[in-house]
T-cell receptor
Framework: DAGVIQSPRHEVTEMGQEVTLRCKPISGHDYLFWYRQTMMRGLELLIYFNNNVPIDDSGMPEDRFSAKMPNASFSTLKIQPSEPRDSAVYFC???????????FGDGTRLSIL | KQEVTQIPAALSVPEGENLVLNCSFTDSAIYNLQWFRQDPGKGLTSLLLIQSSQREQTSGRLNASLDKSSGRSTLYIAASQPGDSATYLCAVRRGQGAQKLVFGQGTRLTINP
């Protein structure tokens, strides 16, 4: 079975540009998570969805960040406008809930110049 | 606020040795604890998940233990191999209704041939 699929794998863009990261969760998983990983702060949860509805967005750093899940098989994380401090690896994960483990994608390495 | 600590940050051992990685957490009221492996440039791979009612879980050469009362978990790797080289992260989940994982900073493990 296909795992969590993220695109693009790498993104380099200039400060001020809009960035859109994409995620396709594992089919049948009801939960979708967006994480950010940096050397300084480690892995942090940004937001998660249950059945396409945002449940906890307390980790979203600023209004410049937004996430949507229009259907069960697709989610986006958007940064507008982007800043150099947004440079990080962004991971998407999904799970079937309950006590089941979260499964991670390979991440998007984002560099804002 | 739950905090998760992993010590040491890095560990280097010769091939064939048995080793233990440590994870501690400040709030013992957890739902489960999960150990992950992260290879460079890749996402996280779930290794073992221990529910709060369990004391240990085993998968092949890996054994994870959980002592909730003392706020500790260990990951034991038997007969280490160069292919075990990776960063190992532990993460705790607070409650059944709370899907958020709180991660440690990880231990970077190097197995020398």
């Amino acid at each position: 079975d296909a795992g969590v699929i993220q695109s693009p794998r790498h993104e380099v863009t200039e400060m001020g540009q809009e960035v859109t990261l994409r995620c396709k969760p594992i089919s049948g998983h009801d939960y979708l998570f967006w994480y950010r990983q940096t050397m300084m702060r480690g892995l942090e949860l940004l937001i998660y969805f249950n059945n396409n509805v945002p449940i906890d967005d307390s980790g979203m750093p600023e209004d410049r960040f937004s996430a949507k899940m229009p259907n069960a098989s697709f989610s986006t994380l958007k940064i507008q406008p982007s800043e150099p401090r947004d440079s990080a690896v962004y991971f998407c994960a999904s799970s079937s809930g309950g006590g089941q483990p979260q499964h991670f994608g390979d991440g998007t390495r984002l560099s804002i110049l | 606020k739950q905090e998760v600590t992993q010590i040491p940050a890095a560990l280097s051992v010769p091939e064939g040795e048995n080793l233990v990685l440590n994870c501690s957490f400040t709030d013992s009221a957890i739902y489960n604890l999960q150990w992950f492996r992260q290879d460079p440039g890749k996402g996280l791979t779930s290794l073992l998940l221990i529910q709060s009612s369990q004391r240990e879980q085993t998968s092949g050469r890996l054994n994870a233990s959980l002592d909730k009362s003392s706020g500790r978990s260990t990951l034991y790797i038997a007969a280490s191999q160069p292919g075990d080289s990776a960063t190992y992260l532990c993460a705790v989940r607070r409650g059944q209704g709370a899907q958020k994982l709180v991660f440690g900073q990880g231990t970077r493990l190097t197995i020398n041939p």
